[in-house]
């Protein structure tokens, strides 16, 4: 193609036709070259590795042939598509494009420089986007003569499947410029989201405590990776944190959190972990290497079956909210008959006289010697009611073997397997979920995106059963702050602070 370079006007839609440009030819330059091209557009996929860009446009053909198979697309579509995808030798191939996005390797160095090329090389209108998951688009703009053409876009793996691009705007990004990503990605097929150029972006950054907390809990010797997996797979995640760290590759993932970290200035909420520099330190990677947190792909764990309670039991539901109505229908659904009591001071279910606690994030030995009750345990929070398959639970030092028995027949009634761990504050999903809700807090109260961003970039980009802010309606300001403080005075750590949002929804009521 020669002549006038390809272009579109900042303020309008893109042009199906425009000719885009992909640089780097990896799995994830491949998979945007696809979704491209079968959005209509030319495009010149370009890598400086030899034979790099023809082995990938091969790679593409067998995805589209997998598709024509399955009756997803029809042969003649399959061919146009592989067609619009043309393998380049060189950047001045790529001159006329109206938009090059760059997917190289995930240092600062190397990307600005290529950036500066093609600030050079392309025409005044045409836009250049970075695919980086964690380098600041700001300091990628730095050097270029138009960095307000520059724009953050970037996509999850893989491309074809994923839906989520979160579209970043650097300090000099032009409005129009993150528009018009915007509605390209849309185009595209793609749920886009707008995002301010942090740390992280939205999902990088939101999605460090799920494996945070699970790290913390394994450093405490709270539970075993099975045991902290299967409490957060029951709550609605598809995979526990030790899985998915051990199917991202705890190299990759390590990486990622020191960078967050080191970001933001040593900042505790993103600390790394021994555990997992343990894990790398000795070539324990996860699935790529057959060994991580487990050997191959763990087992999941059949449901439990239910079993009826004892006779002459007597269940009193105490106080309100969510997590008490959760309660009230996995009882229900059971055919376990109760009672409602008031004024306990506390949530949770009395079993004759055992006191079984929704966490507020305290430990079961702190609430039983503080309140003077023997017969105590902490049960974690059944967020999917009647649908929850195993729950977390630790017992006050003291509690009876009585006790601890009826505790699990009950469990045995409702279907759920009793995760029982060391008495860590705040459990397993309640630390996890109070810690993901915060960091979405902040990232909206810091001006990285808008609640809806927050929420749909968590579901779509790392398939989170909900976004932060559908459990903090769901929970309420007021519980999650509740544990936050309480792990806040069990570890004197800022990792815990409370983010002003959350104070601010508390103190409106």
């Known amino acids: 193609m020669s002549g006038t370079p390809q272009t579109w006007a900042v303020t309008s839609r893109p042009a199906a036709e425009a000719l885009v440009g992909v640089v780097g030819a990896g799995v994830m330059g491949a998979g945007i070259a696809q979704v491209a091209a079968q959005a209509g557009h030319p495009v010149r996929l370009m890598d400086v590795r030899d034979g790099a860009a023809q082995a990938a446009h091969g790679q593409i053909a067998k995805a589209l042939d997998g598709l024509v198979t399955k009756g997803r697309m029809e042969a003649a579509e399959r061919d146009a598509v592989l067609a619009r995808i043309r393998p380049a030798s060189a950047l001045s191939e790529l001159a006329d494009a109206a938009l090059v996005v760059e997917v190289i390797v995930e240092k600062l160095e190397p990307k600005q420089a290529l950036l500066r090329e093609l600030d050079a090389l392309l025409g005044p209108e045409a836009l250049i986007a970075s695919n980086t998951s964690s380098i600041s688009i700001t300091a990628l703009a730095n050097g270029l003569q138009r960095p307000e053409r520059l724009v953050g876009m970037h996509f999850f793996n893989p491309v074809p499947l994923m839906k989520l691009v979160e579209v970043v705007s650097g300090a000099e990004t032009q409005a129009s ?50 045991q902290l997996d299967r409490a957060l797979r029951s709550v609605g995640f598809r995979m526990g944190p030790c899985e998915l760290m051990d199917l991202i590759g705890h190299d990759t993932n390590f990486l990622v959190t020191q960078s967050v970290f080191e970001a933001n200035f040593g900042d505790k909420r993103y600390v790394p972990s ?3 520099k343990a894990l790398v330190d000795g070539g ?47 009882l229900e659904a059971a055919g ?90 705040g459990l397993v999903v309640a630390r996890t979920l109070a810690m993901l809700v915060n960091e979405g807090a902040d990232a909206v109260w810091q001006g990285v995106c808008d ?27 007021a519980r999650v702050v509740e544990t936050l403080d309480a792990l806040f005075e069990a570890s004197r750590s800022e990792r815990y602070r409370v983010s002003p949002l959350l104070k601010h929804r508390v103190w409106a009521g």
């Open 274 to 276: 021994l555990v997992q």
């Open 451 to 477: 609640e809806a961003a927050a929420d749909q970039a968590m579901k779509l980009g790392v398939n989170y059963p909900a976004g932060p802010f559908e459990w903090l309606a769901l929970l309420g300001a």
């Open 336 to 425: 376990v008959a109760f009672q409602r009591g008031s004024g306990a001071g506390w949530a949770g279910l009395a079993l004759d006289g055992l006191q079984l606690r929704l966490s507020s994030g305290r430990c079961a030995a702190e609430l039983a010697q503080r309140d003077g009750v023997t017969e105590l345990a902490v049960i974690d929070w059944p967020v999917n009611g009647p649908r929850t398959e195993a729950l977390a639970m630790a017992f006050a030092p003291r509690c009876s073997e009585a006790g601890r028995t009826a505790a699990h027949q009950l469990f045995a009634a409702l279907g759920w397997t009793p995760l029982v761990l060391r008495d860590a504050p």
């Open 284 to 330: 324990r990677l996860g699935r790529k290497v057959g060994k991580g947190f487990y050997d191959g792909v763990p087992a999941m764990p059949a449901p439990a079956e239910r079993s009826g309670v004892a006779g002459g039991a007597s269940f009193v539901l105490h106080g309100e909210g969510a997590l008490v109505e959760a309660l009230a229908q996995a």
């Open 177 to 226: 410029v993150a528009e018009a990503i915007y509605e390209l990605s849309r185009r595209w097929g793609k749920a886009s989201v707008h995002a301010k150029s942090t740390p992280g972006f939205i999902v990088n950054r939101i999605a460090r405590p799920y494996y945070a907390e699970t790290l913390a809990l394994l450093l405490e010797q709270a539970g075993t990776p099975a």
